[in-house]
C-alpha cells in the first residue's frame, strides 16, 4: 500500500439541500482512494478522479482537521451578553436549526481505513465537530470507529451522533471475495450491537446488494435476521451500481474468478448504464420491503434521530422522500417524489397555511395533507405506518 501525504485546499462537500439517505447538509472525504479495496466500489470509477491504483494507493489530507474547523466555524458576531443570551436561548453547544447531520464517511475512502491507525484524521475531525457543537453521522466498514466511542457518545449528548456501518452481507465468507480488506461482517455487528448497549444510534446501510448473490431471499433474510439480533435502529437498502469503466470492469473481473457462471448475467443486466435492470430492482426492493417489515425494522433513518436537526422545509422533503421511497419499494405508485422537488423550489410552502397555494405549485392532494399533518402535529402518520410503527418522534 502506498501513502502519500497532502495538503488539501478544501474538505467538505456541501449539499444543496440535506440528503435523504444520510440526513447531511454536509460530508468530507478525509482520505483518496481506500485500501478496504473494495470490488463493487464505485470510487474506483472514473467520474470520480482518484488518482493512482485504486485499492493499493491512498492520499491523505493531513491538515483536514484545520480545514474543517475552518469551514463549519459560525461567522465571527458579537457574543449577546449573559442575560440577552438566557432569554434568547442562546447556546454555543447547539447546532443552527437545519444544519442536518455532518456525514463522517467518505464516497472515495472510509475515515476509519487501515492508514486512520496512523493519521487519526477521522479522530480529530470528531474533535472539532464536539468543539463547534455539531452532529455527526458516521459511516464506515471498519471496526476502527470503536476507539472513538468515547468522542460519539459525547457529541451524541450535545448535539447528536449516529453510528452507521455498510454491509453487503451478513455471511463472512461471501463477504471476504468481495471485501479483502474489511473486518468480516461479524465482527461490524457485533461492534453495532455494543454500540447501542452503550446508548449510541446505530444503523446497517445495506448497500450494495449484489445481484444473485446478496439479493436473494435467503441472504437478506440472514442479514436481516442479524441486523435485528444487533438491535440497530434502521437498515438501509441499495442495489450495486457498475458505473462503464474501470468500476464494472473490474468488479466483473473478481466475480469471473468466483462465480464464471454469473458474468454473463451481470453484463446483461447492466448492459451500458450503472443501474441494474428495472425489473430485477423492482424485485429486489420488494422482497426486501416485506423481510425488513417482518423483522419490524425502518427501512430509512426514523424521524426520532433527526428530529430538531432540520428546517420545516428540510424535515418536509425528507418526509416526502421518504415516503416516495417507501411506497415505491412496495410496487405501489407515488407523487411525492415530485412534491418533494416542487418543494424544493419553494421552501416556504412547508409553513403555508393557504391551501389554495399548493395547486399552482404542483403540489398533489396527499402531499398538501402530509404538510398540513407536520405543520400542525410535527408528525407523519403514513410514515410511521411504513416504519413499521419506528418512527414516532
Known sequence: MTVREVRAKSLLRRQKRVDSWFLAGCGMNLYRGCAHDCAYCDGRAEKYAVEGEFGQEVAVKVNAAEL???????????????????????????????????????????????????YRLARAA????????????????????????????????????????SFSCADDVLASRFEPGVPAPSARLRLLER??????????????????????????GQTLRLAAEAGVDFVVFGGLTLKPGRQKEH???????FRPDLAERYRRLYPERGQAAGAHERGVLRRFAALAAE????????????????????????????????????GRTSAYGGAAR?????????????????????????????????????????LERLLGGQGAL
Open 195 to 220: 454500540c447501542k448497549r452503550a446508548g449510541l444510534p446505530t444503523g446497517m446501510f445495506l448497500m450494495p446488494a449484489l445481484p444473485f448473490l446478496t439479493d436473494t431471499e435467503e441472504v437478506l
Open 295 to 330: 423483522r419490524r425494522l425502518p427501512a430509512r433513518i426514523p424521524p426520532a434521530l433527526y428530529e430538531g436537526l432540520l428546517t420545516p422545509a428540510q424535515r418536509a422533503m425528507v418526509v416526502l422522500e421518504h415516503l416516495h421511497y417507501l411506497l415505491e419499494m412496495r
Open 342 to 382: 416542487a418543494l424544493a423550489e419553494r421552501p416556504e410552502l412547508a409553513e403555508a397555511r393557504q391551501l389554495d397555494l399548493f395547486p399552482a405549485a404542483g403540489f398533489p392532494r396527499q402531499a398538501m395533507e402530509v404538510l398540513e399533518e407536520l405543520r400542525r402535529t410535527g408528525r407523519c402518520g403514513l
Open 68 to 118: 474543517l474547523r475552518r469551514e463549519l466555524a459560525p461567522p465571527r458576531r458579537r457574543t449577546p451578553a449573559p442575560r440577552a443570551a438566557r432569554q434568547a436561548g442562546f447556546s454555543r453547544a447547539l447546532a443552527p436549526a437545519g444544519s442536518g447531520y455532518v456525514l463522517l464517511g467518505g464516497g472515495v475512502g472510509d475515515s476509519y481505513q487501515p492508514a486512520e491507525e496512523r
Open 251 to 257: 468488479f466483473l473481473a473478481v466475480l469471473a474468478g
Open 126 to 165: 470528531l474533535e472539532v465537530l464536539l468543539e463547534l457543537g455539531r452532529p455527526v453521522h458516521v459511516l464506515t466498514k471498519s471496526t476502527l470507529v470503536e476507539r472513538d466511542l468515547d468522542l460519539l457518545r459525547s457529541i451524541h449528548a450535545q448535539s447528536r451522533a449516529v453510528l452507521s456501518m
